[in-house]
Nanobody, 121 residues
């Protein structure tokens, strides 16, 4: 079984920083794209940032220049450094990854349980 476990959420004042981490575990053969999504109060879940196995990154326009996504392929981890946080960054942040457990099996998409980030004004 594959599990994604997030850590690092919390309460921070506007302008502050938080670092989220996500560790993948289980019978993993390979991980392709990893990413972070968030769902704010009354909003749909949206992509925050993603990173391919080769290190190519994508960011939502709203976080460009403030957030940085990185990954450690050997440790099967992905992190999100969030700086200059704003109240509108508040939400539940979910780790997401495309994982295959065997070279002969297609990648499947997995989600973490989510971690709350609250930015106070």
């Amino acid at each position: 079984q594959v599990q994604l476990v997030e850590s690092g959420g919390g309460l921070v004042q506007a302008g502050g920083s938080l670092r989220l981490s996500c560790a993948a575990s289980g019978s993993i053969f390979s991980i392709n794209t990893m990413g972070w999504y968030r769902q704010g109060p009354g909003k749909q879940r949206e992509l925050v940032a993603s990173i391919t196995k080769g290190g190519s990154t994508t960011y939502a326009d709203s976080v460009k220049g403030r957030f940085t996504i990185s990954r450690d392929n050997a440790k099967k981890q992905v992190s999100l450094q969030m700086n200059s946080l704003k109240p509108e960054d508040t939400g539940v942040y979910y780790c997401n990854a495309d994982v295959t457990v065997d070279a002969r099996i297609l990648y499947a998409n997995y989600w973490g349980q989510g971690t709350q980030v609250t930015v106070s004004s």
